[in-house]
C-alpha cells in the first residue's frame, strides 16, 4: 500500500471566502472562538481543500493553482456549462442559474430574475440574517429559578432545542447543555438552603406558545408525525427526536433516518428533569406538572448553556436542519422587535438581509426553512448571499460561521454522498435544497485554475431525478472555469 502523503495548507482570516473541510472540522471539535485566527490543517494530497484567496500558491500533485480573489472567470466558457446545463434539466422543469465571482459579478445566467421556490437553500438568508444579529458567542440559556416562600421551583426555557439528558458534552453541539448538570447544580444549591422538597412548573413562553402553521403541523404531507421539523419549543432534548435503539449515531449528525418527534417536548424536558431532581433526593410533590412563568420575586439558582449561535448557524446549514433554521427565525424575531410569531420570523430575516444589501425582488418566505409550501427566491438572490458570506467584513468576522458551515462535496453534511465527480471532490461547498418539486444548489466553489467563483441554481418541476442529474453536472463543471 501506497503511503499516503500529505500538505499542510495554512488557512488566513483576512477575509473569509472558501473556507476547508478541514477548518470546519476543526470548528466543530476544537471550539475555536472569538475571531479567526492562522489555523493549520493536513489534508490528503490531491484532495483540494476550498481555499484562501490571499494566500500562497499552491501545488498539488503538480498542477499549480493560484488562489486569487479576482482571477476572471472565462465568460464564454460558463456560458457553456449554463447552456449544456439547461439543456440536460429535464422536460417540464425551469431552472434559475448565476455563475459570479467571488466579489458578486454576474459572469453568466439563466433566468437570474425569476422567482424559484427554492427549498433548503432559502436556509442561506436565515444564516445570514442570525450570523449579522448575534453574537457569535452567544448562548441560549436553560435556567431554574426558586421562590423561595413557597419552595416552587421553575424550569425556564431559553430556546435550547439541543439539550441533552446527561451531563453537558464539551465536544458536542447538541447536548453541549446537558440536563443531569443542571439537575446536580439545582440540587446543590436547593441543599444549601435545607430544601428537600419542591412544587415543579415549567416555564415555555419564550414564544408565546405558538405553534407551527397548519402546513407544517404533524398532519402535513412535508412533516408528518414531526418528522422534518420540531414543534415550536423554548426547549428540547436533542430537537424531541425518537431514536429508538439507534443509539449510536452522531449527536451532531441526522442519522440515517428520520425519526418522528415529541409533540410536547417542553413537557418532554420537564418529566425528564423531574426525575432527575429525584435521583439526585429533591422530592418533586405536585403530581402534575403545570406550565407557568416564574414569580416576580424567583431568582435562579442553576444554568446551563448550549453551543454559542455560531455553531448552531454551522449546524444548522450543514444537517440542513429545519428545526434549528425554524429556531433562529423565532430568535430573530423577537431580537429585532417583529412579532412573535412565524410571520415575525420570516419579516426578520427579510428585513435583515435587505439591510444587507441582498437584491430580495421577488422574494417569499413561507417560513425561515423553506420546508413549508410557498416561498420563492430568485437565484439573483441567492448569489447576493453567497457574496455576502464571503465579502462581509466587519470587526467580527460575522458571516464566516454560515460560510464555513455549508457541508463539502462528498465530506459533510448533506453533500457527503453527493458525488460530483473526483475532480471535485472537497472543492464545492454548498447549501442543498430538496422537495418534491424542488432541487437546488447555492454555494461556493474552489476553482482548479485559481481563485474561487459563487454559484446558485434552482430547478423546479415535476423530475426531479433529472433536474438533480443537471445540477450534479452543473457542479462537477464549475471547478475547471
Known amino acids: 500500500m501506497h503511503k499516503r502523503r500529505f500538505i499542510t495548507i495554512s488557512i488566513t482570516a483576512i477575509v473569509v471566502v472558501a473556507l476547508s473541510a478541514g477548518y470546519a472540522f476543526a470548528d466543530a471539535n476544537a471550539m475555536v472562538s472569538g475571531g479567526l485566527s492562522v489555523l493549520r490543517r493536513t489534508f490528503n494530497q490531491g484532495r483540494i481543500a476550498a481555499l484562501q484567496p490571499y494566500s500562497h500558491l499552491q501545488n498539488f500533485n503538480g498542477r499549480t493553482i493560484e488562489n486569487v480573489q479576482d482571477k476572471k472567470i472565462d465568460k464564454e466558457h460558463a456560458r457553456s456549462v449554463i447552456a449544456e446545463t439547461v439543456a440536460r434539466i429535464g422536460n417540464g422543469n425551469n431552472a434559475g442559474i448565476i455563475i459570479a465571482q467571488a466579489n458578486g459579478d454576474i459572469i453568466a445566467s439563466h433566468d437570474e430574475k425569476q422567482a424559484f421556490e427554492p427549498a433548503s437553500t432559502l436556509k442561506t438568508l436565515t444564516a445570514l440574517a442570525a ?87 404533524a398532519s402535513s404531507d412535508v412533516n408528518e408525525n414531526y418528522t422534518n421539523e420540531i414543534e415550536t419549543t423554548s426547549m428540547a432534548i436533542d430537537e424531541a427526536r425518537a431514536w429508538g435503539s439507534d443509539d449510536g449515531h452522531d449527536p451532531d449528525g441526522e442519522g440515517q433516518w428520520s425519526p418522528q418527534r415529541s409533540a410536547r417536548p417542553a413537557h418532554d424536558v420537564a418529566q425528564t428533569f423531574v426525575s432527575l431532581l429525584e435521583e439526585r433526593g429533591i422530592t418533586v410533590e405536585n403530581s402534575t406538572i403545570a406550565q407557568s412563568a416564574a414569580s416576580a420575586d424567583s431568582f435562579e439558582i442553576a444554568t446551563v448553556k448550549s453551543a454559542p449561535m455560531w455553531q448552531i448557524v454551522q449546524i444548522m446549514l450543514t444537517n440542513s436542519d429545519n428545526s434549528l433554521a425554524q429556531l433562529l427565525g423565532r430568535l430573530l ?24 444589501g441582498i437584491d430580495t425582488q421577488g422574494l417569499v418566505m413561507s417560513d425561515t426553512s423553506g420546508l413549508a409550501p410557498g416561498s420563492a427566491v430568485t437565484a439573483r438572490t441567492l448569489i447576493h448571499v453567497q457574496s455576502a458570506y464571503l465579502n462581509t467584513r466587519d470587526s467580527n468576522n460575522s458571516t464566516w460561521a454560515a460560510a464555513t458551515g455549508m457541508p463539502i462535496s462528498q465530506l ?3 453533500l457527503r454522498a453527493r458525488d460530483f465527480g473526483a475532480q471535485a471532490r472537497g472543492l464545492v461547498r454548498a447549501k442543498t ?32 431525478a433529472t433536474g438533480k442529474s443537471a445540477i450534479d453536472y452543473f457542479a462537477s463543471r464549475l471547478v475547471d472555469l
Open 333 to 356: 424575531a423577537i431580537r429585532t422587535g417583529q412579532d412573535n410569531s412565524l410571520n415575525g420570523s420570516t419579516q426578520a430575516v427579510i428585513d435583515i438581509v435587505k439591510r444587507q
Open 131 to 217: 450570523s449579522v444579529t448575534f453574537d457569535s458567542q452567544e448562548t441560549l440559556d436553560t435556567t431554574v429559578k426558586l421562590e423561595a416562600t413557597s419552595r416552587t421551583l421553575t424550569l425556564v426555557g431559553g430556546g435550547d432545542i439541543l439539550l441533552g439528558r446527561g451531563n453537558s458534552d464539551a465536544h458536542h453541539v447538541n447536548g453541549r447543555a446537558g440536563l443531569s448538570t443542571l439537575a446536580d447544580q439545582t440540587a446543590q444549591a436547593l441543599k444549601k438552603r435545607n430544601i428537600s422538597e419542591v412544587n415543579f412548573q415549567y416555564d415555555n413562553s419564550l414564544f408565546n406558545n405558538d405553534t407551527l402553521p397548519r402546513q407544517l403541523d
Open 412 to 414: 459533510s453534511g448533506t
Open 433 to 464: 435544497g430538496t422537495l418534491g418539486n424542488v432541487t437546488s444548489l447555492a454555494g461556493n466553489v474552489s476553482r482548479t485554475n485559481g481563485g474561487t467563483l459563487i454559484f446558485a441554481i434552482v430547478v423546479n418541476g415535476d423530475d426531479m
